[in-house]
Nanobody, 122 residues
């Protein structure tokens, strides 16, 4: 059974940076599609960024240039580098993964982490 554990969240001032990590056990190797979603208070869980095993990357358009997704298969870890953070980025950030390619909807992912909270103060 694949387990995903996020870390790296916290409280940061507007304009600051954070790097989130998602550690995969037992191995990231069998996971084709991985992604980050976020959910603010009272909001639905929204797509942030997606990365495929071949390095294909997709971002929410409004986050391009500020957020960077990456994965290090040797460390069984996916990352989300977040720069220029804004109060509206405040949310719980979730790591998700699938053995399949071509994932487009949150419901298609097999595995989810518990989330890590990011709070951006103004």
């Amino acid at each position: 059974q694949v387990q995903l554990v996020e870390s790296g969240g916290g409280l940061v001032q507007a304009g600051g940076s954070l790097t989130l990590s998602c550690i995969v056990s037992p191995s990231i190797g069998s996971l084709n599609t991985m992604a980050w979603y976020r959910q603010g208070p009272g909001n639905r869980r929204d797509f942030v960024a997606r990365i495929g095993s071949g390095g294909q990357i997709k971002y929410l358009d409004s986050l391009k240039g500020r957020f960077t997704i990456s994965r290090d298969n040797g460390k069984n870890t996916m990352y989300l580098q977040m720069n220029g953070l804004k109060p509206e980025d405040t949310a719980a950030y979730y790591c998700t993964a699938s053995h399949r390619a071509g994932i487009r909807e949150a419901l298609e992912y097999e595995y989810w982490g518990q989330g890590t909270q990011v709070t951006v103060s103004s």
